[in-house]
């Protein structure tokens, strides 16, 4: 491999991101075009509000199109190489993220150029591993673990600033955790870990397609964060109806459909105490996007939410249940929860049986409170975990500590396929070395 542009998931990265703003040029002008039209044929419109979200989204693709220029020049130029990182502090725009070196003896802080919402595409989770191509003293491409999506970063100024940051990514343990596998290179694993009361030599666990309980548990731990504070008591999806359940409501949409319906109502009553002549038409135009999200989530509701909350509830209470090891993971892209399973009696040098997404329980600031407190432990399945003959998806709910959790999409079934192991391997780097 030449350069980080040879892999195929960072050429596409690239494409897409040069595409959406080629896209915001074409849409920023087109809006201008239309408030400058609105504006010479005297039409009674927000003519200066169409004109500056015309500007705005003209400004953010021209923005973005050189962003897009410096990374094909960075990707064009150098490799991928998986760095230790730590997500530290954040506002809307920015979001400081800390990589440690290869050599394991110094920190990158980076400041970086991305949306919020852009940025939890890969925000590394705990003991998360960040790719970077670039000069760290003058910018470069951050990327999860296979290359995409893309974002850049530059170096953080100041240096009473520069060393808080990389204090508060030490103090998270960033200069203490394994080395990851580079994308180029072959692990040498050297690591001694305690599993299940047993000393266990990493380096000597027997070879095969993909990570074992051993490798996956002791990571699991490094990753073990400890629970402040538990969830609020719910009801039991075992005693009462779906919609009964806080969680499942949450599942459903339901909340979102309520939001709308409080706007919607908010504009009709603005509506009937009869605003100003001039505050008509905005008020038509705010009153038509907040009834089209209304119908929209009324759509999705029906259509989405409410089958996908009656099957986990279905799952739920469904028996026998099975019982199956787990081990917590987070994957990087966007440091969502995962249960890594296998079987019971299957020893420390079993392979995973099955994986299954979670959907965090907690609120969105603490998306991970009501996770399990134990990082490793048994779950009860609940549900079915082969396809049915009628083309029903295999579907399983967990039951951890006398709850459930509720999954993001179907169980998958490992089975030595090689994009099973790939997603292993993406939520356990296999460490190198270990730091001094």
Do not use: N
Not at 180 to 205: C, F, I, M, N
């Amino acid at each position: 491999m030449t350069c980080a542009l040879d892999v195929e998931e960072t050429a596409g990265a690239l494409g897409r991101y040069r595409r959406r703003a080629e896209r915001l040029i074409v849409g920023g002008g087109v809006t201008l075009a239309l408030a400058i039209g609105l504006g010479a044929l005297g039409v009674p419109a927000p003519v200066l509000t169409v004109l500056a979200l015309g500007i705005v989204a003209a400004g953010a693709g021209a923005g973005s199109l050189v962003l897009a220029r410096r990374m094909r020049r960075a990707l064009g130029a150098g490799v991928w190489s998986a760095h230790p990182a730590v997500a530290v502090g954040h506002s809307r725009y920015a979001t400081s993220v800390v990589l440690r070196s290869p050599d394991g003896g110094e920190a990158w802080p980076l400041t970086v150029i991305a949306t919020r919402q852009r940025y939890e595409l890969l925000r590394p989770g705990p003991d998360g591993v960040l790719w970077w191509c670039g000069d760290p003293r003058a910018g470069g491409v951050l990327a999860p673990p296979g290359g995409g999506p893309l974002i850049w970063a530059k170096p953080m100024r100041g240096a009473r600033v520069r060393r808080r940051i990389v204090a508060r990514a030490e103090a998270e343990g960033l200069m203490r955790r394994a080395a990851p596998k580079q994308p180029q290179g072959p692990a040498s694993v050297t690591e001694h870990v305690t599993v299940d009361g047993l000393s266990v030599r990493l380096g000597e666990l027997p070879r095969a397609a993909g990570p074992m309980y051993a490798a996956l548990a002791a990571h699991a731990r490094r990753q073990a964060v400890p629970q402040d504070e538990a969830l609020r008591p719910e009801a039991d999806v075992r005693e009462v109806p779906w919609w009964r359940v806080r969680s499942l409501r949450r599942v459903a949409g339901v909340p979102r459909v309520l939001i709308a319906l409080a706007f919607c109502a908010a504009v009709g009553a603005a509506a009937l105490t009869g605003p100003p002549e001039g505050d008509v038409p905005k008020l038509y135009g705010i009153g038509v996007l907040v009834l089209g999200a209304f119908v929209y989530s009324c759509y999705q509701l029906v259509t989405a939410g409410r089958p996908a909350a009656r099957l986990m509830a279905r799952a739920a209470t469904a028996s026998p249940p099975t019982p199956r090891r787990y081990v917590l993971l987070y994957d990087p892209h966007g440091g969502g929860p995962v249960l890594v399973l296998f079987p019971v009696h299957g020893g420390l040098y079993v392979q995973p049986e099955g994986l299954l997404p979670l959907i965090p329980p907690g609120p969105p600031k603490k998306p991970r409170r009501g996770l399990p407190a134990r990082p490793v432990g048994t779950a009860w399945l609940h549900g079915r975990r082969d396809f049915a003959p009628g083309g029903g998806v295999p579907f399983v709910v967990p039951w951890i500590d006398g709850r459930p959790l509720w999954a993001a999409g179907p169980y998958q079934k490992t089975d030595g396929r090689p994009e099973s192991i790939a997603l292993l391997e993406r939520l356990a780097p296999p460490p190198e070395t270990r730091s001094p």
